[in-house]
């Protein structure tokens, strides 16, 4: 009974959080549900501390892991409501290390898109988990047209 217990513990364990032993891909999809649902310590579980990002050429390097990785009210500020992932491409997958680069539309209460932007996620693996160690914009999207 006590075996049974602890499985099941360790598969609840799992689903809750999700992405145990998934790919780069899945994890994505996990983190985009989590991030658009707003659940804040499962988003800070996305983030392998230290971190840094790279937007507009602005190095931030983060390394504080009790500090949100996302501001939710600033991005409320913009007029987010939720974001749309448009297409995940993996560019190179390691036994620990991966490279998404992400088309993600931010989109507003009116379900109409007020930006669209590419970025590139450099993600690690530590214990069976991917975590995002770097997040690099490329680009508004936008600007193309």
């Known amino acids: 009974m006590k075996k049974i217990l602890i499985i099941s513990l360790l598969f609840i364990c799992n689903y809750l959080y999700g992405q145990n032993n ?15 649902e707003e ?3 499962e988003v800070q579980k996305c983030f392998h501390f230290p971190y840094s990002t ?8 983060f390394d504080n892991p009790n500090i949100a990785a ?8 913009t007029g987010w409501a939720y974001t749309r992932v448009n297409k995940v491409t993996k560019v190179a997958e ?7 680069v992400i088309d993600f539309s931010r989109m507003n209460k009116n379900n109409q898109e007020f930006i669209r ?11 069976g988990s991917w975590q995002i160690i770097n997040l690099s914009n490329i680009k508004s999207i936008n600007e193309d047209k």
């Open 94 to 100: 390691g036994e620990n290390t991966a490279v998404l």
């Open 39 to 41: 659940k804040i310590d």
């Open 22 to 36: 998934s790919s780069p891909e899945e994890f994505y999809a996990y983190f985009a549900k989590v991030f658009n």
């Open 70 to 77: 996302v501001d939710y009210d600033a991005l409320k500020k």
């Open 117 to 127: 932007l590419k970025n590139i996620y450099t993600l690690t693996k530590e214990k």
């Open 54 to 61: 790279i937007v507009n050429g602005q190095i931030s390097y």
